[in-house]
């Protein structure tokens, strides 16, 4: 399971004027923002970025200057793939270490949407042990049963975190995800595609 929610892309404007900057060719830009605020490429700056994508990562360097935020929630076993990717990405996460205990846990904290029954009624003792260490723990805060939490969690405990990249991390990321066999990332491919120009920008399709 994985949701991403809050997508903002920024700086495309900039991004695209400094794409202009080693030709000088700036009174060519034919871009500007739509009725909603939107910043649309015209026809020329789109010519233009497509072929400097198609180009190399050497003159697509104006896309590592598109930015785009995101709020994600995944399980943890997603997130120890994603952390591969430690170039040009920032992420601030909900704390485990701190506010695991805070709330009872239920199933819908752990991805699930594969499991056998088999699995799934192991997950669910699990849970069950799990919330009876909370509420010791809650109770007499001892340090034994925080590690007992900590140290059970599954794999599968979903983590919401809000990360910033730019488009030619997800270039990277895009590349190396797209035929894994994870149905997240698949999922996660699939919210590339539909960022602004992604097709253009990103997957260099059209």
Same mark, same amino acid.
């Given at each position: 399971?994985?949701?991403?929610?809050?997508?903002?892309?920024?700086?495309?404007?900039?991004?695209?004027? /400094?794409?202009?900057?080693?030709?000088? &060719?700036?009174?060519?830009?034919? &871009?500007?923002?739509?009725?909603? /605020?939107?910043?649309?490429?015209?026809?020329?700056?789109?010519? #233009?970025?497509?072929?400097?994508?198609?180009?190399?990562?050497?003159?697509?360097?104006?896309?590592? +200057?598109?930015?785009?935020?995101?709020?994600?929630?995944?399980?943890?076993? !997603? !997130?120890?793939?994603?952390?591969?990717?430690?170039?040009?990405?920032?992420?601030?996460?909900?704390?485990?270490?701190?506010?695991?205990?805070?709330?009872?846990?239920?199933?819908?904290?752990? &991805?699930?949407?594969?499991?056998?029954?088999?699995?799934?009624?192991?997950?669910?003792?699990?849970?069950?042990?799990?919330?009876?260490?909370?509420? &010791?723990?809650?109770?007499?805060?001892?340090?034994?049963? !925080?590690?007992?939490?900590? +140290?059970?969690?599954?794999?599968?405990?979903? +983590?919401?975190?809000?990360?910033?990249?730019?488009?030619?991390? #997800?270039?990277?990321?895009?590349?190396?995800?797209?035929?894994?066999?994870?149905?997240? !990332?698949?999922?996660?491919?699939?919210?590339?595609?539909?960022?602004?120009?992604?097709?253009?920008?990103?997957?260099?399709?059209?």
């Amino acid at each position: 399971m994985i949701i991403l929610e809050r997508t903002a892309v920024m700086n495309l404007e900039n991004a695209m004027r /400094g794409a202009r900057n080693p030709m000088n &060719s700036w009174a060519r830009m034919d &871009s500007g923002y739509d009725q909603e /605020g939107n910043y649309c490429l015209g026809p020329n700056d789109l010519d #233009l970025a497509k072929r400097l994508r198609k180009a190399g990562s050497d003159h697509r360097k104006f896309i590592r +200057q598109i930015f785009v935020s995101v709020d994600i929630t995944a399980p943890i076993y !997603w !997130w120890k793939e994603y952390d591969t990717y430690k170039v040009a990405t920032v992420a601030n996460s909900t704390s485990t270490m701190h506010k695991l205990h805070s709330r009872p846990f239920e199933l819908e904290d752990f &991805s699930h949407d594969h499991l056998t029954p088999r699995g799934l009624e192991a997950l669910e003792n699990l849970i069950g042990t799990l919330e009876e260490i909370r509420l &010791s723990y809650i109770k007499d805060k001892k340090k034994e049963d !925080w590690y007992d939490l900590i +140290q059970l969690l599954p794999s599968s405990y979903n +983590q919401m975190r809000t990360c910033t990249m730019n488009y030619e991390t #997800l270039v990277n990321i895009y590349c190396g995800r797209k035929n894994h066999k994870l149905e997240e !990332w698949h999922e996660f491919c699939r919210w590339i595609e539909g960022l602004p120009y992604g097709e253009e920008l990103i997957l260099g399709t059209d």
